[in-house]
């Protein structure tokens, strides 16, 4: 079992960047894949990016591509996001999720382990 605790969000202007985090209890970090969801106000959650146990595969949803980058440090029990070129429509709260490797599915049910989740908000 993991546990996952996210940080990072906050306040940003349009066009600007945030560093989101995601630190993960339990010994057995390494061999979950890592994903980041995101659900809006009267939204389903939606994927926005997964990375692979061992880093070598990232996954990102259509709209983030060129701004997010999804990176993880398994000495550190860590997984980040960073997020570039922020848009009002980012606005939302980001969840931290971790699964079991052999899927590459971005739904929700994939993963097992889900953090609190952090506020994001963009402002115009």
């Known amino acids: 079992q993991v546990q996952l605790v996210e940080s990072g969000g906050g306040l940003v202007q349009a066009g600007g960047s945030l560093r989101l985090s995601c630190a993960a209890s339990?010994?057995?970090?390494?061999?979950?894949?890592m994903g980041w969801f995101r659900q809006a106000p009267g939204k389903e959650r939606s994927f926005v990016a997964a990375i692979r146990r061992n880093g070598d595969s990232t996954y990102y949803a259509d709209s983030m591509k060129g701004r997010f980058t999804i990176s993880r440090d398994n000495a550190e029990n860590t997984v980040h996001l960073q997020m570039n070129i922020l848009k009002p429509e980012d606005t939302a709260i980001y969840y931290c999720?971790?699964?079991?490797?052999?899927?590459?599915?971005?739904?929700?049910?994939?993963?097992?382990?889900w953090g609190q989740g952090t506020q994001v908000t963009v402002s115009s």
């Open positions: 999720a971790a699964g079991p490797d052999y899927t590459s599915s971005p739904y929700p049910n994939a993963f097992n382990y």
């Open positions: 339990g010994r057995t970090f390494s061999t979950y894949r």
